[in-house]
């Protein structure tokens, strides 16, 4: 069966789930149960004993008045002849009696001549009923035609079911507990950040527990290896490169020249391995007025002779988030490099809104094709198409880092044409 229509109907968090899964049961039973006692037992012996009560009082009615007067005392009835002319009492039930409804209806059926039924209270009855021109009222005990304190069993049920649920509510949210933070701990670690976590909750939560600690420590120890070998590579290559400046330095300028470009090219590719090494999971957080930092990155471009312009900022200056300021700074900073690397011109604007910060940087260069996108934000990735050779000395490794900035900050890099200026144009979304 497909129920995926009940979906939209479905609570999305995991504690209005649990809720509706403990009430929805408790809340059925107790309206069954309701429904079928008023109608099997409340209704049923109401109208018994009110059948009872009609066949007395239709004995009564029957009866001379001596000897009516005995067994009226006998049966607690009272019995009134009231005067002619003089008013007669007017139909009454509480709304909430619903016992008063099978009442009317039983004594309606079974007595001739009903001017009125009066049920003004949960003790006492009045009936009035006509014989030619006259009139009796019959007052009895209410109990006679009704079980008595017919609420009793609505509040029992109302009031035990509801600290029934509330305490399974309490048990099940200390039983959640554990899968809340399980949640929230692998939500940060997506996120860049490691926050304190231990197993605990039932067996299988702490079994998930424990699998996400040592997949969290065993990621962390790749990320280590990766960063100690390419700096450990990055920095042993530098002595040689260094050896080979040296020796040129011996040599002809028609052979030297040619040759130095080669090792300013490797030393390009030795800065841009130590960039990606540095990583950015190890940055701590730390709350920055994004505005001013985009506006900063923009400024120190433009001292680098960069055509770059800060076009446009939405939001408040003074409003701050948690980021890791200088993974941020070099993401920007590639951002546009590459623009102003392969287009003559760039701009930058920054929108902070309740929800998001989006950072975007475009360039008139010759953009990337939709379908080369996705290969563009890989680690030592070159376009030759896109990205002509010979323009830079990059080695494939700014859009990598500003992906790699982005997604530590639980963000995107989203990478499309841009419409202002018809190069590319890289947006850097985090959530707030």
Known sequence: ???????????????????????????????????????????GVTEQMTRTT????????????????????????????????SDIPQSERRWYDLTGLVVIAT???????????????????????????????????????SPPNTH???????????????????YLRNQLRPITRLAQAAEAFGRGRSIPYSPGGAQEVRAAGHAFVDMRARIERHIQQRTMM???????????????????????????????????????????????????????MEHVAPLPLVREI?????????????TQTEGDPSKTMPLRTMALKRAVSNLIENATRYGSRAEVSVRLSERSLRIRVEDDGPGIAPEQREDAMRPFSRLDAARNQDLGGG?????????????????????????????LCADIVIAR
């Not at 066949?55 to 006998?74: F, M």
């Not at 006492?124 to 014989?131: G, T």
């Not at 923009?298 to 960069?306: C, H, K, L, T, W």
């Not at 490794?397 to 190069?423: C, E, F, K, V, Y």
Request: net charge positive; aromatic share 6%; glycine share 8%.
């Open 1 to 43: 069966m497909n129920f995926q229509w009940m979906k939209r109907y479905v609570p999305r968090g995991l504690y209005s789930r649990a809720a509706l899964i403990l009430i929805l049961p408790v809340l059925t039973v107790l309206l069954v149960v309701t429904v079928v006692f008023v109608q099997r037992h409340f209704a």
């Open 107 to 145: 004594f309606e059926d079974r007595l001739q001549g009903i001017e009125a039924i009066v049920l003004p209270s949960r003790t006492k009855v009045a009936i009035v009923l006509r014989d030619d021109a006259t009139l009796t009222q019959f007052v009895f005990a209410r109990n006679r035609v």
């Open 395 to 423: 080695v494939g490794l700014g859009l990598a880092i500003a992906n790699d900035t982005a997604r530590a900050h639980g963000g995107t890099l989203r990478l499309s044409q841009s419409g202002h200026l018809g190069g």
């Open 298 to 310: 923009v400024s120190d471009a433009q001292r680098g002779a960069r055509p770059v312009e800060l």
């Open 152 to 170: 009793q069993l609505f509040v029992n049920m109302v009031f035990f079911g509801g600290l029934m649920t509330v305490i399974s509510f309490i």
């Open 54 to 85: 009609a066949r007395e009082v239709t004995a009564l009615r029957t009866l001379p008045e001596v000897q009516r007067s005995a067994l009226a005392e006998l049966l607690d009835i009272t019995v009134t002849s009231l005067p002619a002319g």
């Open 230 to 284: 390419l700096s450990g590579v990055s920095h042993d290559l530098r002595t040689p490169l260094t050896r080979l400046r040296l020796g040129l330095a011996l040599l002809d300028d028609a052979d030297r020249k040619p040759m130095e470009r080669d090792v300013e090219d490797m030393q390009k590719m030795l800065d841009g391995f130590l960039s990606f090494s540095q990583g950015t999971g190890d940055a701590p």
